[in-house]
């Protein structure tokens, strides 16, 4: 069985296109995004988030940076506010990544306290990096919806408004491509 892409002939061809891909910017694929979750006294030392959903990975709200106000009289205010950013993390039913956030549940219950997570996305096909602070668990389902099929898991995480989004350097998106490759290459074994 071939792990290659249909047309690619060669691993040289691959990283070709690879780099050609990334050079023109035309690749805005989601599947060789990363998702490391880290969480405090429950995954320590960060999990690397799997099984996502099939039309979606993860989605964020915009989050509100300022408010305005004008008076009766016409005079306008307004300043920064500080707000939470809610995100959806969508995963298949059986994804590995679900007991995650049950273990963060059951720790959080048996305290009972908050455990703040911290995260690290990394977005190489959009040259993105993001550190993502003070995360908490804000919803997550009993189990997974029963219809004929079991239906893909949506789990809510809410971040502090301190998150940083830098660029990837060519040498870093291209890294995160070809591990999106060979992941695509084992999985296909």
Known sequence: MSILPNGVTSGLDTVSATVTALLGGKSITSANASFNLLIPGVYSSGVLLQNFGVGDMFTSDPQTLTEGRVGVDGNSVGDYVFQ??????HFQANSTSLPVFYNWKAIQDAGPSVIAATAKVICPSLALDVNLTDGYLTSLPILPPHRKLAEEVVVELSWGPGWQTTSLTLG??????????????????
Do not use: C, D, V
Not at 84 to 89: A, I, P, Q, W, Y
Not at 172 to 184: D, E, M, P, V, Y
């Open 172 to 189: 870093q998106r291209l890294a995160g491509h070809l591990i999106g490759i060979a992941a695509g290459a084992i999985a296909n074994l």
């Open 84 to 89: 939470r950013s809610k995100m959806s993390l």
